[in-house]
């Protein structure tokens, strides 16, 4: 069952918003009175907790199950929430997995997987999104990309590629949107508190980061919350780090 947005309410789309970066963004974007389509593909649970979450911070929002790397099941789903909501004004491209290892002993399995989430992901989403978005002359789009996009980070060639194809389409589409009133930006990430580094050797990471800490969930959300507030109305085609000072 969907709950229907507010009339002055911003509509935005999160993929992979069960946990991590991507639950603490729908948090802030519930915070900054949005209404939030929360994305999972697998882990239900964790999207139907996010949705309480933002319910009691007092925000509105629905889960939606959908996997990003089917085209006409994006297109689909874009609709329908246009159809449903009337305008879709935010769309967070957070999708992404990992599947590390040294290059030479990779699988084209191991290797398509990570390039079809996060940036297959990006396209099915973003197209179909724009549409919605030209149409009104506003919106905008905010892809969660990686540290690792800048800087070499061995056994990470499959997630490197994604990420750094994700900011270099997403400066490309911002040239081409920019005068439509739509502004496309990316946050490229350090290394934060999520499942992703849940058995890394924490005390190592720690000696690489000029702040000697490892980032939490909400300084990355604060910071897409902003890309996508009217404070940030100047800025698009940029890739902003959020990384403790790594690079």
Known sequence: MHMTAEKDQRIAIVTGGSKGIGRAVCLELARADCYTVINYMADKPGAEQTLSLVEEAGGRGEICQFDVRDG?????????????????????????????????????????SVIDTSLKGFYNMTRPVLEQMVRRKKGAIVSISSASSLTTNRGQANYSAAKAGLNAASRVVAS??????????????????????????KAQIKAMIP??????????????????????????????????GMC
Not at 176 to 196: C, F, H, K, Q, S
């Open 176 to 201: 081409e949107v920019a005068r439509l009133g739509i502004r496309v930006n990316v946050v490229a990430p350090g290394l934060i508190e999520t499942d992703m580094i849940e058995h890394a050797p």
């Open 72 to 112: 006409q099941v994006t297109q689909q789903v874009v609709e329908d929430i246009a159809g449903r909501l009337g305008s879709i004004d935010i769309l967070i491209n957070n999708a992404g997995i990992v599947a590390d290892g040294l290059f030479l002993m990779m699988t084209s399995e191991k290797w398509q």
């Open 211 to 244: 702040m000697a800490r490892i980032g939490r969930p909400e300084e990355v959300a604060r910071v897409v919350s902003f890309l996508c507030s009217d404070a940030a109305s100047y800025m698009t085609g940029q890739v902003i780090s959020v990384n403790g």
